[in-house]
Structures are given as structure tokens and as C-alpha cells.
């Protein structure tokens, strides 16, 4: 545990901690007073209802129309399965400035809607709950639909037996044992909706403002930092909220059923209703999933000459970008794909480390530190960027000029996932084999290479490949530290957009749809060596 509490403390607890102060302290005295002054604001009111009610909404949306999808993936079996499990997770591992920019091309000014209907939606809460069930589909898909798999449809069988009609047999016999997994991934869509930043920044415009982009315009544009603090300090607060009942979930799940192999229960559809439900499913599928991101790919295409590569030339050079970057658009491709390989070695020594301590303690202290490698996913990645410029500025550890920088912030968003991969696995292995092991003379380490390696191979890869996908896609953070002659994807792209004029929005474009076929290989390749399908990201 020393590590992965090492790495934590000094490039997560210690920066927020600092940012945090510099906001509460005058004359190194704190200034408490200044959370209730922030909070009785009109203005800061309206952020915080309305970062709470579009989460509440996003997250009863999402349910509604992914559970008829956890269904059929979970008890029906037809051709193309496996691949459009796949499919229906690539929004998921998208940055969310691509969410953004794909719908933006579909509802925005001059979009799909637009040419055909002329409807206009960006700018309006409805682009933002739509883009949040796109971004947040496959946690219901995967959660639910990997417990709701594994459910012995027997049970339900001899409740209608007994007389129970179908729905009462639901009721009564799956709804109670799918209650832990439907709650979970409400908890988790509601953590993403709650701290939702770049689909809010894009789509929401100057009228929507969840906590996370209210702290980065106090921070970034008006540099009030006491107000970024306080707002800090609720976000922290609401998402250890959300982790601390989210983690009693996930502890019900695990121990309150006894599950049987997916392969068990998995069927063709029979009967007139259950094909409608299939083809339901797959144009909820089609429309919600697939047209975002075939919107974006033909905007990046579609130049004023007729349908082209002119746009993805135009990444190529300097000037095409209208004074936007010091290096050509496209060099951000080379610097995100490095960034993100460091990154996710980083993230898989701490979160492999954290994931095997897990595994040999018990106890509050280490359901508490569980519950900490989960915090990045959910507390202001503004507020750990701008940490990192104001406490990372000293010898020696002086490195506000320094690449490595990008790679520590994509790290600290990477660890959690590899540790959610591993740890299933990792508990998995039986621990009289190390000990046959070590009888038989074998070092803790050779213990380790020759008895857990192998066991754990695969899911280190997938672990690994979670940790590249969304370490390139990292942007709250990133935003603030990225050098100008150095930009990632996903800051690249923000940019683009923030200028007018018609080359700069098509290549903005041109990046998402790079960045989106990146993360769709990456995401292709991971369910192909992937052989656990419970249902843990």
C-alpha cells in the first residue's frame, strides 16, 4: 500500500489540499465564513440546483432506456452480439469533448438536425441528457447486464409455477436480487452526470453550468479562487457521498447471490414480443449510439467543395489552424499517444499494487482506501490541474515545465479502472497455491511470476487498455498543464471549437473522429482477450 498512498498523497491530496487552502486562508488564517458567503450566492444557487437536477434526470433517463439493452444482452443470444457489446461501450471511453463535438454536429448550428428539420437543440438541457445517455449507456449495459446474466432464470420459473404471473414473478424473485447492480450503476451515472464537464462545456453553453465547469471558470477566467475552493469542497464532499453508499451496493452484489455461468442462460428470442423488443433495443441502439458518431465522422468530411480529406490535410500545418497552436493540429496526436503510454504504465504499477494489497487485508482501513483510489473519477480534475501549476513549482519537485506532468494527472484517472479490473481477478486466485509455492521454495516475488502473473495476464491487458483510453481522453486537468507547443487531443480539439470559422470547426471534427477510431481499436481489441463478463469495467 505504500506506493499507490504515496503517489496519491503527493499528486492528489496534496494539490487539492492546496488549492483548497489558497482559497479559505487570508494571512494563513482560515477564512470558514467564505463557505457560507459563496453558498447563500443567487448565482452559485443556480449551479448547484441545476448540476443536481440535470444528474437526477440524466441518471433516470439513462435507466429507462438501458435496461430493455441490459435485458436483451444479458438473457438473449443473436448474431453480432459480442461485437455490439463492444459497440455500445466505445461512447463510454470517449473523451467527453468528443461526446460533445459528436453531438454538437448532430443538434448544433448547421448540424444533422438542423439541415433536415431545421432543429436546433445545443444550447439546451436536452442536448446535455441526451449526450449523458450516450456517454453513460454501457455502465447500466454492463453493470446490470452482467448480473442479470448470471440470475438463475430458474427461480423465476418456479415462482410462476406457483401461480405468480410474469410480472409478479419479476417483481417478487429478480427485481429484489438485480436491486444492488441497478443501484450501482444510477450511483455511477449519477457521478459522471454530477461532475459532467466537457459535454456540459460544449453543449450547454453560456446558460448551463454544472459544479466542475463553474470551478473552471472561477478558476481559469476569473480567478476567484475562494469561490473555486468552497465549490471544491461540496463536490468532494457529494461524490464521498455517492462512493461511500456506492461501495455498500457493490458489497450486497457480491455476497447476497449465488450466480450461474452467462452461458446458462443466454437464448434466441422466441415469439413476436421478443423480437420486437430486440429490434427496439437495436434502434435505441442505432439512434442513440451509432448516429452521434457517423454524424461526426461525415462532418469531418463534408468541406465546401463536396465530401473530402481536406480537413484532415489541413491538421498537417501550422497555419491551417489560425494562429491556435504553435505546432501543426495533427503533431496533438503524437503527444496524446505518448502521453497516454506513460501514463498507463504509471497507473498500472499503483493500481496494480493497490489492487493486490486489497486483496491480502480486510478491514475498515482498506475499504477506506478502496474508496480512495475511486475519489479522481469524481472530485474536479480543474481543481487537481491547477493544483499541480501552484504546489508542483518547487525543487525537488519542480515540474511545471516538464512532459511528465500530463502523464501523472492521466494516471490518477487511469488507477481507479485498473484497479476495478484486477481486483475481481486478483481475488479470484486461490491463495494455497502461493503457499504450495512457497513450500516448495519460491520467493514472494518468483511466488507472484509464476502463480499470479499468469492467472492475471489477461486482465492486465484489458486493465492496461481501460487506462490508455481514458488517459487519452483526459481533459479537466490536462486543460491547464498541456504546454501550447505540446497539446493533447482532447485540449486540441476544445480549441478548435473555442474559434470561429468553418476550417477550424472541420478540424475539429477531423481530431474527434481520430480520437473516437483510436479509443474504438483500443476498446475492439480489449473484448477480444477479454474473458470475464461480469460486468466490472
Not at 284 to 301: D, F, Q
Not at 383 to 400: Q, S
Amino acid at each position: 500500500m505504500a506506493v499507490p498512498v504515496a503517489f496519491f498523497a503527493l499528486f492528489f491530496a496534496y494539490p487539492v489540499t492546496a488549492i483548497v487552502g489558497r482559497g479559505l486562508k487570508a494571512d494563513g488564517v482560515w477564512q470558514f465564513g467564505r463557505i457560507g458567503e459563496v453558498l447563500t450566492r443567487p448565482d452559485i444557487r443556480d449551479v448547484l440546483w441545476f448540476t443536481t437536477w440535470q444528474a437526477l434526470a440524466s441518471t433516470a433517463l439513462t435507466l429507462l432506456i438501458a435496461l430493455p439493452g441490459a435485458y436483451v444482452f444479458a438473457r438473449y443470444d443473436f448474431p453480432g452480439k459480442q461485437l455490439l457489446r463492444a459497440v455500445v461501450t466505445v461512447p463510454f471511453v470517449l473523451p467527453t469533448v468528443v461526446v460533445g463535438t459528436a453531438f454538437l454536429a448532430m443538434v448544433g448550428r448547421g448540424g444533422f438536425m438542423d439541415e433536415l428539420w431545421g432543429v436546433r437543440l445545443d444550447t439546451t438541457v436536452w442536448a446535455i441528457l441526451l449526450a449523458h445517455v450516450f456517454f453513460n449507456y454501457a455502465v447500466v449495459v454492463r453493470t446490470v447486464g452482467g448480473l442479470w446474466s448470471q440470475l438463475d432464470p430458474r427461480q423465476e420459473e418456479a415462482a410462476r409455477v406457483l401461480g405468480a404471473g410474469r410480472f409478479a414473478a419479476w417483481r417478487r424473485v429478480t427485481l429484489p436480487a438485480l436491486a444492488p447492480a441497478v443501484a450501482a450503476a444510477a450511483l455511477m451515472v449519477f457521478l459522471f452526470t454530477f461532475t459532467s464537464f466537457g459535454v456540459v462545456q460544449i453543449l450547454g453553453g453560456p446558460g448551463y453550468a454544472t459544479l466542475e465547469v463553474e470551478i473552471y471558470r472561477q478558476t481559469a477566467q476569473l480567478l476567484a479562487l475562494p469561490t473555486a475552493a468552497v465549490l471544491t469542497l461540496v463536490q468532494f464532499a457529494a461524490v464521498g457521498a455517492i462512493l461511500a453508499v456506492h461501495a455498500w451496493t457493490v458489497r450486497r452484489r457480491e455476497t447476497a447471490l449465488k450466480l450461474v455461468d452467462p452461458a446458462q442462460t443466454a437464448r434466441r428470442p422466441r415469439g413476436a414480443g421478443q423480437w420486437a423488443l430486440l429490434c427496439g433495443v437495436l434502434l435505441s441502439v442505432l439512434v442513440l449510439i451509432l448516429l452521434p458518431l457517423g454524424v461526426l465522422v461525415e462532418r469531418s468530411l463534408a468541406t465546401p467543395g463536396g465530401h473530402g480529406l481536406d480537413y484532415y490535410r489541413a491538421l498537417g500545418s501550422v497555419d491551417a489552424g489560425g494562429g491556435t497552436f504553435l505546432v501543426a493540429p495533427l503533431e496533438a496526436v503524437r503527444n496524446s499517444v505518448q502521453y497516454a503510454l506513460v501514463a498507463t504504465a504509471i497507473a498500472l504499477v499503483v493500481g496494480g499494487l493497490a489492487a493486490a494489497a486489497l486483496t491480502r487485508r480486510t478491514g475498515r482501513l482498506v475499504r477506506g482506501f478502496d474508496a480512495l483510489l475511486m475519489l479522481p473519477l469524481g472530485v474536479s480534475a480543474v481543481t487537481v490541474g491547477f493544483g499541480f501549476l501552484i504546489t508542483l513549482d518547487k525543487p525537488p519537485l519542480d515540474l511545471r515545465t516538464s512532459w511528465i506532468l500530463v502523464p501523472l494527472a492521466q494516471a490518477l484517472v487511469g488507477v481507479p479502472f485498473v484497479v476495478r479490473t484486477m481486483l475481481p481477478v486478483l481475488r479470484a486466485v486461490d491463495g494455497r497455491l502461493r503457499e504450495a509455492a512457497a513450500v516448495l521454495g519460491a520467493s514472494p516475488l518468483r511466488a507472484w511470476r509464476e502463480v499470479d502473473l499468469p492467472l492475471v495476464r489477461r486482465a492486465l491487458l484489458v486493465a492496461a487498455g481501460f487506462a490508455f483510453a481514458v488517459s487519452l481522453g483526459e481533459f479537466g486537468a490536462t486543460v491547464f498543464i498541456a504546454r501550447p507547443d505540446r497539446p493533447t487531443l482532447p485540449v486540441a480539439v476544445a480549441r478548435l471549437l473555442g474559434r470561429a470559422g468553418e476550417l477550424n470547426y472541420g478540424q475539429a471534427m477531423a481530431l474527434s473522429t481520430l480520437l473516437m477510431v483510436v479509443c474504438a481499436v483500443s476498446l475492439l481489441l480489449l473484448e477480444r482477450i477479454r474473458t470475464d463478463r461480469s460486468g466490472e469495467f
